[in-house]
């Protein structure tokens, strides 16, 4: 009975640190995320995926974009930008509209993954190289960009 009593507020608390630790948003909306970048002062990660056929993109997001240290660290300096060509999944037609005008302006080749820093007014800083290299190190190639 005790260790049930003890267990319960450690699990609560478990689970407000990791939901608190997570929080860094995805946007699909590139309004949105302008809008939110000009107003938090931070820099924009616009990721160019294909979610459900492109395995560089599959590794990306399960090895970096989902990882504790890199959504606690975007939740402070990044506005997550995903500019996704799902095969599968449905777009909105918006959704769909959007991306495409995004790959025309910073991604006319299709490259797949294909990850930019974009600054408040939208302006290209750079592009930044997913080569399976570990969530840290992808952060500190980020940091090296950041005001």
């Known amino acids: 009975m005790v260790l049930r009593s003890l267990l319960i507020p450690f699990l609560s608390l478990t689970l407000i640190f990791a939901v608190d630790h997570c929080n860094a948003q995805v ?11 000009s107003e938090l002062d931070k820099t924009i990660l616009l990721v160019f995926a294909g979610s459900d056929w492109c395995a560089g993109c599959i ?30 999944r449905k777009l909105t037609p918006g959704i769909r509209e959007q991306n495409a005008q995004l790959a025309e302006m910073y991604n006319p080749n299709g490259i797949f993954p294909y990850v930019l820093l974009l600054d408040a007014e939208e302006a290209v800083i750079t592009s ?16 090296y960009y950041l005001p």
């Open 59 to 88: 590794r990306l997001e399960k090895d970096i974009l989902s990882k504790p240290d890199f959504l606690e660290f975007a939740n402070k300096k990044l506005i997550v930008l995903k500019a996704d060509f799902p095969q599968r």
């Open 27 to 37: 946007n699909e909306d590139a309004a949105t995320a302008f809008h939110a970048a």
């Open 128 to 143: 930044l190289v997913y080569n399976n290299q570990s969530s840290s190190q992808f952060i500190e190639e980020i940091k």
